[in-house]
Each structure stands twice: as C-alpha cells, then as structure tokens.
C-alpha cells in the first residue's frame, strides 16, 4: 500500500492513483462485459476522463503526491498471487495442451488475436490484451503488444524495489511465463512461386521478437518458450518447487536464436530485393544441428553435424537434406566422401557410376547399362573402391542392387566388394530390401541433385572463403584445338569426359579416360608430373589412343608431363593453356600426332 510521508496534512491522491483507479475500471466493468467493437470506444472514454483530471490537478496538490513513498513493498504480479503467462502464437501446435496446463496451475492466460480465439475454443479462460492496454489491434494487426502494459509487465526485474514500484504506479501486472512464435516469414517467402516483394515485408513480425527478447532478456524471472516441443519440459518445471537457473538460461538461449535466425531469413531476402552482388558485406549463414557425431576426421576430435538453413538452400538439394534408408548412423568423414561422390555423379547426363575415396573418385563409368558401368567404376581402381562410397545418378532396382551385393573384386575374382555407403535419387521398394540384405551397417542415402549458382564457404582460421560453385560442364565452354592434329569425335567425347571426371579430383590432378570410363587418376601431387606417372599406372596398357585431361596448364612440356603423355600413347590432352611455356606443349604434340585442346578453364580443388 501507498502511505504518506510524516505529515498531518491531509492524503491527496497522485495523478497516477487515480489514472490508473480510472483505468482499472475501465478494464473489470466494461471490457468484461462488451465485444471488442466497443473497446475503441471506451479508450476515447479513458483518455477524454483522464485529460480533463490531469488538468484540473492543482499544483499544490502534484507537489504533495511527489512526497508519497512505498512504505510497504511486495513484489507481486497484478493481483497477489496471481500468475500470468502471455501467449501469441502464428503455430498453434499443442497449443491446447500448453493452455490446459497453465491453466491447471493457476495461471492466468493473456493472450492474442487468433491465438486467444483458439484458446477459448479449447475451453481455456483467456484474457485479451486489449483489456491489459487499454488499446484493440490496431494497422491491420502491426500494433498489439507493443505497449508499457506488456512490455513492462515482461521486463521488470522482481528483486528490483524501483522496478516494481513503477509498475505498482501504473497498475501493471507482472508475466511470469511468455510463450511466442513467429509469422511464418520463412515457409512464406520459401513457398513454391515464391511471394510479392510487400506480401512479404507483411510478413516480417515486429511484435513477437520484441516480446521473446524481452522474456530471453529477463529471464532470470520470465520463462520464455518459443518451440512447441519444450510444452511439457514448461509444463514439468512448473510442477516444481525448486527454481533451475539453467533450465531457464537454456531457455532464453533458444529464443535468442530463434529470432536471430529469423532476422537472418529476413536480412538475406531482403537483400536479394535489393538486386545487390552475391557477396553482401555482411553474412549471417543458420545453422542448424542435425545431430552429434561419434567424432570427427580423427576419433581425438568431437564432431557434430549441421544443417544450412539459408533461403538459398532450400530445396537446394545436396547431401545434408538425404534421406538415410538403412545402416548406421554418418560419421564425419563420410559425410565428406558421400558429398564428394554425389556432386561428382550428379554432373553426368547418362546413367553414370562413380566410386569415392577420400573424396576423390577412383572409378566413374557411363554407359546405357548402369550394370556394367559399375563393374568398369569398380574396374578402374577395385583397390580403392573397396571400403569406398558408390553412387548412381539412376534409381537404384534390384537388378543394380543384386549387382552391388554380389559382385566380387577384379583383384581376385572372389571377394564380394564392400562399401561405407550407397548414394542415388531413388530407390526401388525391392532394391531396398536387397541391399539392406547386403550388410547391417550399408549406409543407404537417398539424395537431390545439388541446384548450380550455390555459394560455396570454406573456413580457413579468423575467416571464411566465399566463391561461386565451379558449376561448368563440357557443355558450357569451348575445345579450342590448338594443334595441327585435329581430335575423332570419339577423342573428343572421351577428352570430354576426362575433363568433366578431372573437376572433381584434388589438385594437382591427372584423369586418363577413355569410352565413357575412367582408366586411371593421379590426385593431391605437389607436381603434376607426379600425378600423370601415377595415372599411367593405372591405366596400364590402356592408355593407347586414350583421352587425358588436367586441371591446370603444364608448366613445362619437353621432358616433363606433355612429352612423358605423348610417349605413353595418350591420344588427346585437355587442358586450360595459359602457361608462358604454352608453345612447347603445342610443339611437342605436334611431334608425337597427339591433339591438344585447350579449354581456357582451370580446376583447381583444394
């Protein structure tokens, strides 16, 4: 109660006494017992009562008010032991079971537009803001909660004495408990056809983030709940008798990131609107954690998994969104291998097998018999297929998965090929069953392809790299034929299909190929000669009249890489040229009939 200083004059009430004497019965008398179509009404009342007593206050009576002090302090919510909890939310997803609860514990519930709608449906008691604010919704739905009933009701700190006199002051009740979700801005702007530039600025929410920040803010006295799933976790604590900071602290950290990953959608539409470069000044990329890992490259190392939850990305397609039929759970370094392998295959336009390791493909084979095609990827390097990761760009029936399931390795004719994981677009009900027949522990992904005009990130220390995805294919540039031999079409197409096989071999990188297979590949060498002599080797006798493709342009010529191809038989070198020794490539393919082409693109992968 308000007491008056050590005076014998007589009590004069303050200003705000009355206001809010006036507000108050405003708030029990009538906005109990009208529709909301008169609430604008009675706030016109309230303010024209209010205007004519502030002005007909004497000074002398406004001076006495300000000697009057709280001589009797309890921190307490709008009425003793009352608690209130505030809900407005866009998903009402076990919004009945929240609302039942609070109610069963005796809180009282505040709530908002449809969300109260839904709660007095559900036979929930429901008090609507308005009757707090004194104000109804008002520009089309923009103003509802943001208003010092609300707000200070939310963000006064109870061990505060100055805190808790003002909201005494002004009438305000304290919320205990503040439950928000978003306008769906994500799924909206995301949507297929996508959405105009101001249905979606309609969509931005002002009022939600300011009441779940204000809650994560003062959280100490406030439970803020923005995810449905935590329902009965609130429900439980309530129950209970004993206050868990952390519990409250893990709270107030997932609002925060709720709404920071919010304005991150927001920030990066926006953007896009703008018709700004790819590269914005500043990058905020959400993340969310899909799930723990065992560890990382190295078991010493703790890993875990997360999912890029930019506009961009969605129905990006891409390993991160892949559907796990069968095996057990991914682990870091295959996560690497799977994307390594599916990006590769993905790029082929005939049905195409590709086997990784390490994320390098040491076998890739197209042909109309995807049979086949597998036998001649596993082929190309069976040591290092097995153990490996296989991928397909077809279905996956039970022809193909009988294949994968029995074929033996070429090394000896009798061990069945074994792999961490199978990768393909789709697979057959009865391709399923047979693979998961194969092993336990086969991992099957079911994947979309990767979308081109992606970003690509990579973290070095302090920073991140930012650059276009290396999206071209034999399709998109030229084979400039720079020597005086001239490619068959077959040499092309195989000169073709080395290129596209070298872009996904780690530099320095060599890929001998030829009829729509891959022979041999040199990867990760410190000098390019090294890794044509590896890629010789395996190729073998069947390098004769083969296609060989490298990522970048040969430093030297004459007693190096180009002489040592030529020498070996290879039929047609891709390359990009732009060496200042270029001319000796030329002249010494010129001196073994050995085409030269020269793309003009690079394929550095690090």
Not at 200 to 220: L, Q, S, T, V
Not at 268 to 287: A, N, Y
Not at 385 to 402: P, R
Not at 520 to 549: F, T, Y
């Amino acid at each position: 109660m308000l007491g008056t200083a050590a005076s014998s004059a007589p009590t004069i009430p303050t200003t705000a006494q009355t206001a809010n004497s006036i507000r108050r019965a405003f708030q029990t008398t009538t906005f109990d017992s009208l529709s909301s179509s008169h609430h604008p009404i009675l706030c016109a009342r309230f303010h024209f009562l209010s205007l004519r007593f502030f002005s007909n206050v004497s000074t002398k009576a406004m001076s006495h008010s300000q000697t009057l002090h709280a001589s009797n302090y309890h921190p307490q919510s709008s009425a003793p032991g009352n608690k209130q909890a505030l809900i407005s939310l866009s998903d009402k997803k076990e919004l009945t079971l929240l609302g039942n609860g609070l109610q069963e514990l005796g809180y009282t519930i505040v709530s908002t537009g449809g969300t109260a709608s839904a709660l007095e449906n559900a036979g929930v008691s429901v008090t609507k803001v308005e009757q707090l604010t004194c104000f109804p919704e008002m520009l089309d739905g923009r103003v509802k909660t943001l208003h010092p009933n609300i707000h200070g009701g939310i963000l006064a700190r109870r061990d505060q004495k100055h805190h808790m006199e003002a909201l005494n002051e002004h009438g305000i009740g304290t919320f205990d408990v503040v439950v928000v979700n978003l306008y769906p801005f994500y799924d909206k702007v995301t949507s297929t056809g996508g959405i105009a530039f101001y249905d979606g600025i309609e969509n931005i929410d002002i009022g939600g983030p300011a009441m779940i920040r204000a809650a994560a803010k003062n959280h100490k006295d406030v439970l803020v709940v923005v995810d449905s799933q935590d329902y009965p976790a609130l429900l439980e604590f309530l129950k209970g008798s004993q206050d868990d900071q952390q519990f409250r602290r893990n709270l107030a950290w997932k609002a925060f990131e709720h709404v920071a990953s919010y304005d991150s959608a927001v920030s990066e539409w926006l953007w896009k609107q703008t018709g700004g470069d790819k590269f914005p000044p500043k990058l905020t990329v959400p993340l969310s954690l899909k799930s723990s890992l065992r560890y990382g490259e190295n078991p010493h190392q703790k890993a875990a998994f997360y999912v890029d939850k930019s506009l961009s990305e969605v129905n990006a397609g891409g390993i991160a969104t892949a559907i796990q039929h069968h095996g057990k759970e991914m682990s870091y370094n295959n996560y690497l291998d799977a994307d390594a392998a599916w990006n590769c295959v993905s790029e082929f336009r005939n049905p195409t097998c590709v086997i990784v390791k390490h994320t390098n493909p040491c076998g890739v084979a197209s042909g109309d018999d995807i049979l086949e095609a597998y036998r001649l990827s596993v082929k190309a390097d069976p040591v290092s297929a097995f153990g490996g990761i296989v991928a397909f760009n077809i279905e996956v029936d039970d022809a193909l998965a009988k294949e994968i399931r029995e074929f033996r390795s070429p090394t000896d004719g009798e061990t069945r090929m074994f792999y961490e994981i199978v990768v393909a677009p789709k697979y057959t009900e009865k391709g399923l069953e047979i693979l998961c027949g194969k092993s336990k522990t086969l991992r099957m992904l079911e994947a979309k392809k990767n979308e081109k005009g992606k970003l690509s990130l990579r973290q070095v220390g302090g920073g991140w790299l930012a650059q276009d995805s290396d999206d071209l294919t034999p399709q998109d540039i030229q084979f400039n034929v720079v020597s005086e031999k001239k490619p068959q079409d077959n040499e092309l197409r195989d000169a073709e299909f080395a290129w596209l096989c070298v872009k996904h071999v780690k530099s320095n990188a060599i890929v001998i190929a030829k009829d729509n297979r891959m022979l041999g590949m040199g990867s990760g060498q410190p000098n390019r000669l090294e890794s044509l002599r590896i890629a010789l080797r395996k190729a073998g006798d069947e390098v004769k009249g083969a296609a060989l493709a490298s990522d970048a342009f040969f430093p030297f010529a004459w007693k190096d890489a180009v002489e040592e191809a030529c020498e070996s038989g290879i039929g047609v070198i891709a390359e990009p040229g732009g060496s200042i020794r270029d001319g000796d490539a030329v002249d010494c393919c010129n001196k073994y009939g050995v085409s030269l082409l020269f793309t003009k693109v690079r394929h550095f992968r690090h």
